[in-house]
């Protein structure tokens, strides 16, 4: 048995305690992305506020996983929804189904589905892993969303600040999972997304209301 | 005031403060444990229940209060209900005996006991049919092997740890705790005994089945040891008895070997007494904390190897030049 060896893995967990904690207050702060993260999906605009979506469903034939449906239609003349012949009518991802590869990314003719660095998607239900068009469609007064390789520096412009030290994100001034602009509805300290059918449950209880 | 009191209730009164005392210590020292462990791996621990995570414990308690009560079909009902109790009670009641400080009318303790240091190895002995009665009546086989083995390990770190403890005794020539302490008003027995103090932190690692001897509840090799069939309270039970152990083999370092409440001006102050004594258990519990933090656990062979072929022959050794000294200089 070797005494010394023992008095030196003392001393090394001794040193490791008043060394500086590699720990993230995760919840509070948050850590930056790698420049290409792939996490929730969003579907972007053009500048004049139509739809990128031509429903050609490349990314669901793409989609190794079949976590994609699209449902295409024929624009009409007084309802542009995009600037093609046809527009996505129902356009659902399942998130527990995609692997997150960014196929789907790569597919897209225009561009219109993207792969944001938002991760936290958790639920208690299955059924709300399923995100419809209007959780995913950023809203028109959000902008345009930014394509994959348009991001500054990596980070999306809705990433907002990132703290210089351990390099994370204050989320304070920062994003939430699937906040979309001014699209979330605050009441009782519940948040709402507002979704075709009218106001669905998403997560309990956030210390932070959504801003501009 | 005192007098006005019957005697049994005083003793109720007593136990009843000591008992919450030390299940609220118990509580801390797992929220420090785990805390520590973090620093140690660069962690922080548990911090969000409550302020810095003080109040984790009792997020714990809750948790474990409410999950089910499980009894395996195989298990002997009886037995295996009982086995936690055993071993908390024979935990907490070594308690009885052990004097935290010295006021005017005798040190602070349930009961002054002359033979309190046999009396506290007599009690945490039983622990042993704890564990091993739960691994036996669990009816599963993890169990049974993390019992045998706790039955073993006890066994064999007992003996040297008493012969550590008996060269103490033979120093103060009193078994009495709160008289051990008072025989070392003028010199810690660490310096004397230090061959005997480093035996008995030791064997008191193993006699409380923590790392590098947790052997009894091996995660690896064994799913949890004895008590991997426990579920809820039973299981609470269980844990609640290591750490009372830990904190009761840390108040008897700090008695036999520390001085216990003695320090820079703490005769004839009850109160800073008993802060040293804190001070020095919690020492020891940090160092017990830092162990499992350092140490990875020993192989089966070498630790009954180690207990037999060194730590008992050299008590043995320690204890017989002790004799010697004793009866020739004292």
Redesign the interface.
């Known amino acids: 048995m070797n005494i010394g060896a023992i008095f030196k893995g003392l001393a090394t967990t001794f040193g490791f305690m008043l060394r500086r904690k590699a720990t993230i207050d995760y919840p509070f702060v948050k850590r930056a992305h790698a420049p290409r993260f792939h996490g929730l999906h969003e579907l972007r605009r053009y500048a004049d506020g139509k739809e990128r979506c031509i429903g050609c469903e490349l990314c669901q034939i793409a989609c190794p996983a079949n976590a994609i449906t699209v449902v295409g239609a024929e624009n009409t003349p007084d309802d542009r929804k995009s600037p093609g012949e046809r527009y996505a009518f129902r356009y659902e991802i399942d998130e527990l189904r995609c692997i997150f590869c960014g196929m789907c990314e790569e597919a897209c003719p225009t561009d219109a589905i993207t792969l944001t660095p938002r991760f936290e998607m958790a639920d208690y239900r299955r059924s709300a892993f399923i995100y419809d068009k209007t959780r995913l469609l950023v809203p028109a007064e959000a902008g345009v969303g930014q394509a994959a390789d348009e991001r500054p520096g990596g980070i999306p412009g809705d990433l907002g600040e990132v703290a210089r030290e351990k390099s994370t994100v204050d989320p304070q001034k920062g994003y939430g999972a699937t906040w979309r602009g001014g699209e979330i509805l605050t009441s009782k300290g519940k948040t709402y997304m507002p979704t075709s059918a009218g106001g669905e449950l998403l997560r309990g209880p956030r210390t932070r209301k959504g801003g501009e | 005031m005192i007098e006005a009191v019957p005697l049994w209730l005083l003793v109720v009164i007593k136990s009843l403060v000591l008992l919450i005392i030390v299940i609220t210590l118990f509580a801390y020292t797992m929220l420090a444990e785990r805390k ?1 462990l973090g ?6 621990g548990p911090n969000k229940v409550g302020p810095w995570g003080l109040l984790q414990p009792a997020a714990d308690a809750v948790k474990m209060i409410l999950k089910e009560d499980l009894t395996p079909n195989t298990a002997d009902p009886i037995i295996y209900k009982a086995a936690p109790f055993i071993s908390v009670f024979a935990a907490l009641v070594a308690y009885a005996v052990i004097p935290f400080s010295q006021g005017e009318h005798g040190p602070w303790s349930i009961a002054n006991v002359n033979a309190g240091i046999l009396f506290v190895f007599a009690i945490t002995s039983m622990g042993v049919y704890g564990i091993s009665l739960a691994g036996w009546a669990s009816g599963s086989k993890y169990p049974l092997l993390g019992s045998v083995r706790a039955t073993a390990q006890m066994i064999s770190y007992e003996l040297a740890m008493t012969l550590s403890v008996i060269g103490v005794v033979l120093q103060a020539s009193t078994t009495s705790l709160s008289g051990i302490v008072d025989a070392q008003s003028r010199l810690w027995f660490i310096v004397p005994q230090f061959v005997g103090f480093l035996i008995y932190i030791i064997t008191a690692v193993a006699e409380t089945n923590r790392v590098p001897f947790d052997l009894v509840e091996a995660e690896s090799e064994l799913v949890a040891g004895f008590h991997t069939e426990y579920s809820g309270l039973r299981f609470g039970l269980f844990f609640i008895a290591e750490y009372i152990n830990m904190i009761t083999v840390s108040c008897l370092a700090t008695l036999l070997f520390l001085g216990g409440w003695g320090g820079p001006g703490a005769a004839g102050h009850p109160w800073l007494g008993l802060l040293y004594f804190v001070i020095k258990v919690f020492a020891f519990l940090f160092f017990y904390i ?2 499992r ?3 990875p656990r020993l192989r089966y062979d070498r630790l009954m190897a ?1 207990g037999w072929k060194v730590l008992l022959p050299l008590a043995t050794l320690n204890l017989l030049v002790t004799a010697i000294v004793v009866a020739l200089w004292y």
């Open positions: 520590v620093y140690m791996q660069l962690r922080v830092w162990l933090g350092t140490l180690f």
